[in-house]
């Protein structure tokens, strides 16, 4: 969608999206998404046309509400399985490399 | 081709044939043309025939294992089964064990169906030819220079190749549909919220729906009924009892009002092929020769379907594919700090399709971008439903064509996102709006290969939609 | 900003200089599942066995709705005050390996409660701008570095606590210092104790507190640039950061420099705060509409079935002994706090002077009332106040009427309890203030402390000789008239 609010994409934005995304792109990469990318977004620039003035955005095609369960535990016993599936385990916890810095 | 899934079942179930020769013979069938096709990721050969023993021991004893008893059904490789690897054809979950089945799994065993393998697809469901596999693509049975349409290909090449007579794909922007129509098979997209989607791994979640690819509407419909209907674990499953489908399959079209949609043949929307836009005309005639009253409707907005799609999905999915950061399952590509990891392992576990569509739907959620894309798409949405409830007003059903062309052969799009993705612009507004639509098999094209008609129905109406896909099925050329 | 709190400069942390408070609290939810899982809510436990595919983040799980998160987050809501309406739930996108689906299940535009307040014990109140349910993260180890973070050769991650139901409750900036912070906290808990939504135990991280500080001169209309301190663990760790983190920011701007937007970390062994992020490298959530959940929008019926199974609240609670008793709320906080206000109401009720009550309430039964009842209190109030007992006394048959309930006349009759007649303690009065001419100069003529002092000394001297038997007010009264010569 190129208007004043939505600028062209650029090759910074799409290396902005990739750290975001936790993605490493090399060179050439970035410059073929930067540009397939683009080509979606201008194939959206259509969207400019439209009034959406007053239109409610959907987020559920369905409108359903209030849908609750009950408050009762189910002995689910996948331990061993999720263990045995996991890349790498210490202490029946899951192992990772060191933590750098907190979560927000 | 084989047997019906119905006309398996009802042997197996009269006790005329076993489970284990019903088995046997599709597993024989894999094994004549699969390297050729690579319709499956894996096929579960050992685990089938144990069932099918099992099945045969229980009708043996009197049981009735129900209305699927016996027949082998081929499921996407993004549906979860305990202990049997689902990779979503892709390198991220290379042998990962669920250690639960879909909800959509439990119910197919309850009906009697027997797993027979997990079918190829494009990574995460994103594509529309299956040549986005980590394992190489599937190749159309009916012409192996042919791509099988995506991203439920491996599911409609197996039906089509008759290694199985049924198999579950996903659909998200047509995934189901597109595929069944180049590969000459019934596909059903539900309603949203008709089918759970426990234990489907996700790709675009207010999208998604997982249906049934089958040789005929009968059998389509027997899958439908029995994997349909409300299921607490999932929280957008509507609360409404499988569909009544098989006992209304006869009904006939007679006094159904239906509607053409012109955007959808080439009247707003790019690339309707000229022989695909003849055989929706001959469908149309068709169902006005068994009573239908069909005429040509405008349904405006669904032009806009492609673009409001290209940006939710990628959005829903850049969230979605989060959780592949090589912490608890599937690869993990070490590092020295645990975020490196995380990328390490993202950018060798993911295809560039899926990168691309999460580099996409992050930049549609970003600081400063929301309002402009996924916010505007999600009122297109809006929108789309609110056109196609207008039109539902003076009309039944609506037709259209399910993909633009027939199949198309490997390697003719891959290099261009846009042009591939230009292929679902006649199956994207229905999962938009949230609404059931399928493609039926209706004659062939030019070039001699099959083109499918889509039938909508509104929200719940799987019923008529289906008594006018019987109605196509019978007039087909 | 809310009424009540604005104009108040307490808490003088520097000279000159106002601190302004807002605090956010995560509170865990006492429900036996998690918020989208059936997988039990339980602290302690080996580790990853309260989990299940949905809390495990595994492909394909979905998140359903936990009923009485919802309920236990509305009775928050109407603990305090808070507008309740329709609510939708949103993704908080990040990486971190305890989250594991790399992003976070909360509410973002549309909160289950909205603006409501909470009243301090004395009286003053302070703005919510919201409670919102959001899902908890489990719990990463730190290996080797001994235990800290920058250090560790790897992490272990137990994901026991992941989705557990937190309720978060975002206070408006009307705190004006560690003590209005503290006791904002401990009025928190004590409401969310008192509403059975939460256990509220700090130490076991149940409850957690993160601490929005700025500071502006004293006068100033503008609010200063703010830091968000993570990591408070105790209410005392929570004064404690405010102070440091205040004065960092007046030496900064003293010194000509400007606060910085930024989360700082509290470091409880160091006494300090040290940066986390800048404003610069905030996260990008990517918050959208949670579309595997559909919205919650509690009917009235419902909210007000809720509302109907509310106990009475701490603020009312003071509230009706204060009336009672005829003091104000803050005098009333301790009564209320220890759980005593019934028994104090009841025995004000029964005739029993307020005074009295309260004082033998906040000093004689910390370890709770026992077996003593409204009735007894009361009566052995009157007792006390009728002369009939001394302080001492009276405090020797409430500790016999916690024990072992009963009637205070019998207990003080066991212990030869008997009013002294005031004749004979005058005669003893007398006889003392004879004898100690030097101490009795210093009561009459010295000044307020010595005076106090010397009031002590007659007073232990009556007791001794009295074996305690007498009253101390009494002998006090004594004191003075002889003093002013009568
Ligand atoms: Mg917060
Ligand atoms: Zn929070």
């Known amino acids: ?104 | 081709m084989s047997a019906s899934a119905a006309a398996i079942a009802a042997d197996v179930r009269a006790g005329t044939r076993t489970a284990r020769a019903v088995v046997e013979e599709h597993l024989a069938a894999i094994d004549a043309r699969e390297d050729e096709i690579h319709a499956f990721n894996l096929v579960t050969a050992d685990a089938a025939l144990a069932r099918a023993d099992d099945l045969d021991r229980r009708i043996a004893a009197g049981e009735d294992p129900g209305p699927l008893a016996g027949v082998p059904v081929a499921l996407k490789d993004n549906i979860c089964t305990r202990g049997v690897p689902t990779t979503c054809s892709s390198r991220i979950l290379d042998a990962w064990r669920p250690p639960y089945d879909a909800t959509v799994v439990e119910r197919l065993g309850a009906a009697g169906a027997v797993a027979i393998g997990k079918t190829n697809c494009d990574e995460f469901a994103m594509g529309s030819s299956t040549e986005n596999s980590a394992f190489g693509p599937t190749r159309n049975p009916l012409d192996t220079s042919r791509v099988p349409g995506g991203s439920s290909g491996g599911s409609a090449a197996a039906v089509a190749a008759g290694f199985a007579p049924l198999a579950l794909g996903s659909d998200t922007g047509g995934s189901i549909r597109q595929p069944a129509a180049l590969c000459g098979t019934v596909g059903v997209k539900p309603t949203y919220g008709r089918v759970s989607r426990y234990g489907l791994v996700a790709f675009g979640s207010s999208l998604d729906q997982i249906g049934p690819l089958a040789a005929s509407v009968t059998d389509a419909a027997l899958v439908l009924e029995a994997i349909g209907g409300h299921d607490p674990r999932d929280s957008t499953s509507i609360p409404e009892p499988s569909p009544d489908l098989t006992g209304v399959l006869g009904g006939g079209v007679d006094g159904l009002r239906i509607g053409i949609i012109d955007e959808l043949m080439g009247e707003g929307v790019e690339g309707i092929a000229a022989d695909v836009k003849a055989r929706v005309e001959e469908a149309a005639a068709a169902l006005s020769a068994a009573g239908a009253a069909v005429e040509h409707v405008s349904v405006p907005s669904t032009v806009y379907g492609l673009s409001a799609y290209y940006l939710v999905a990628p959005a829903e999915a850049s969230s979605n594919l989060a959780r592949f950061d090589g912490v608890r399952f599937g690869l993990r590509v070490d590092a020295d700090t645990a975020a490196a990891m995380n990328t390490a392992t993202r950018t060798a576990g993911f295809g560039d399709e899926v990168k691309r569509r999460i580099m996409l739907g992050t930049y549609a959620l970003s600081a400063g971008y929301y309002d402009a894309y996924y916010g505007k798409s999600q009122k297109v949405r809006t929108l789309i439903q609110e056109d196609f409830g207008r039109a539902y007003e003076t009309y039944d059903l609506l037709l259209s064509p399910t993909a633009p062309t027939t199949a198309f052969p490997l390697g003719d799009k891959t290099g261009d996102p846009m042009l591939m993705y230009l292929n679902d612009v006649c199956t994207i507004p229905s999962n938009l709006a949230g609404h059931p639509s399928m493609s039926v098999p209706f004659g062939t094209g030019d070039d001699g290969l099959p083109i499918g008609v889509q039938v909508l129905a509104p929200a719940l109406d799987e019923a008529t939609m289906f008594r006018a896909a019987a109605v196509l099925e019978e007039a087909a050329p | 900003m809310s009424d009540g709190m604005g104009e108040r400069v307490s808490d003088a942390i520097v000279p000159g200089w106002e601190v302004v408070i807002g605090l956010e609290v995560h509170a865990e939810l006492a429900t036996a599942t998690k918020l989208f899982s059936t997988a039990r809510n339980e602290f302690g436990g080996d580790p990853n066995t309260n989990v299940d595919p949905v809390s495990l983040g595994l492909p394909g799980s979905l998140p359903v709705l936990n009923e009485k998160a919802v309920e236990l987050a509305i009775r928050v809501g109407l603990a305090l005050d808070c507008e309740i309406g329709r609510s939708v739930f949103a993704r908080k996108n990040y990486f971190y390996p305890d989250m594991p689906k790399d992003f976070q299940i909360s509410q973002y535009e549309l909160p289950i409660n909205g603006r409501g307040h909470l009243e301090l014990p004395d009286g003053r109140t302070v703005g919510i701008e919201r409670a919102h349910l959001e899902e908890d993260t489990g719990k990463s180890t730190h290996v080797g570095g001994g235990g800290r973070i920058h250090e560790a050769g790897h992490s272990l991650v137990d994901y026991n606590r992941a989705g557990v139901p937190l309720i978060e409750i975002v206070g408006a900036p009307d705190l004006r210092g560690p003590e209005d912070a503290r006791a904002y906290v401990a009025e928190l808990r004590a409401i969310l104790v008192a509403i059975g939504a939460s256990d509220g135990k700090m130490e076991e991280g149940s409850m957690r507190v993160d601490c929005n500080v700025s500071v502006r001169r004293e006068g100033a209309a503008e609010f200063g640039t703010r830091c968000e301190i993570k990591n408070i663990n105790s209410l005392r760790s929570l004064g404690r950061a405010i102070e440091y983190e205040a004065r960092r920011q007046v030496d900064l701007i003293e010194a000509g420099e400007a606060v910085q937007q930024q989360t700082r970390h509290w470091n409880e062994d160091e006494g300090r705060t040290h940066t986390l992020r800048s404003k610069e490298e905030a996260y990008d959530y990517r918050y959208f509409p949670e579309p595997d959940l559909v919205p919650v929008d509690p009917s009235d019926e419902w909210i007000d079935e809720i509302r109907a199974t509310l106990p009475a609240l701490p603020r009312e609670r003071r509230h009706r002994l204060a009336e009672a008793a005829g003091v104000d709320t803050a005098a009333a906080a301790l009564t209320v706090e220890r759980g005593m206000d019934d028994l104090a109401v009841d025995a004000i009720a029964a005739g029993a002077d307020a005074a009295r009550v309260l004082v033998h309430v906040d000093n004689n039964l910390a370890d709770g009332a026992g077996r003593l009842t409204a009735d007894a209190f009361a009566a052995l109030v009157a007792m006390e106040v009728g002369g009939d007992l001394t302080a001492t006394q009276a405090k020797t048959v409430l500790a016999d009427l916690v024990a072992s309930g009963g009637d205070p006349a019998a207990h003080a009759a066991t212990h030869g309890f008997e009013a002294m007649d005031t004749g004979e303690l005058e005669s003893l009065v007398d006889r003392l203030i004879a004898d100690h001419p030097d101490d009795w100069a210093g009561f009459v003529g010295g000044d307020d402390k010595e005076r106090k002092k010397k009031s002590g000394f007659f007073v232990g001297q009556v007791m001794k000789a009295t074996q305690g038997q007498a009253d101390g007010r009494i002998v006090n009264e004594l004191l003075e008239r002889r003093a002013a010569g009568g």
């Open chain 1, 1 to 104: 969608m190129n208007s004043p609010e939505t600028p062209r994409l650029t090759r910074d934005d799409v290396a902005h999206v990739a750290n975001l995304a936790r993605l490493t792109l090399t060179d050439d990469e970035l410059d073929a998404f930067t540009g397939q990318l683009a080509d979606v977004l201008d194939h959206a620039a259509d969207l400019e046309a439209l009034d959406l003035d007053g239109v409610a955005p959907m987020a559920n095609p369905f409108p359903l509400v209030n849908v609750l369960r009950t408050d009762t535990p189910v002995d689910h016993d996948v331990r061993d399985e999720v263990l045995a599936a996991a890349p790498s385990i210490e202490d029946e916890q899951f192992r990772v490399p060191p933590v750098l810095g907190e979560a927000p």
